[in-house]
């Protein structure tokens, strides 16, 4: 059953991802323009592609689980730490609570055994 939570936890925290990085090719533009405002170089969606997209994948497929949860945990905690911070908009703080609520889901990914929730278990 561990390993089946494992896997369900792998694909269910990479579709977010991998739905973000279509979604920032198909709105390219609207997305760069986003980040520019926000005081993110737009040259670098390339690269936030690259990662969701891709990190998201290797998610799916579990390969280099450890790694790129942890690169994906500290991408999504900058990205709440840039793009979320308006807490007085009720809707940018709910967004700054998905991403950490993500983040942690990430770790537990990068370290399912001792550090992981279950202290009952042990």
Do not use: C
Not at 58 to 80: D, H, K, M
């Amino acid at each position: 059953m561990d390993k089946l939570a494992l896997i369900a936890s792998r694909v269910l925290l990479a579709q977010l991802f991998i739905i973000s990085g279509f979604g920032k090719i198909t709105g390219y533009a609207g997305t760069q323009g986003y980040m520019q405002a926000m005081g993110v170089p737009g040259a670098l969606l390339p690269l936030v592609i690259l990662v969701e997209l891709g990190g998201g994948l290797l998610l799916v497929a579990g390969l280099f689980t450890r790694w790129v949860a942890l690169a994906l945990a500290g991408f999504t905690l900058v990205s709440a730490l840039i793009f979320h911070t308006h807490f007085a908009d009720q809707i940018q703080m709910i967004m700054f609570m998905k991403n950490l609520s993500i983040t942690g889901g990430l770790l537990l990914l990068a370290f399912p055994g001792a550090l992981g929730a279950a202290k009952s278990a042990r």
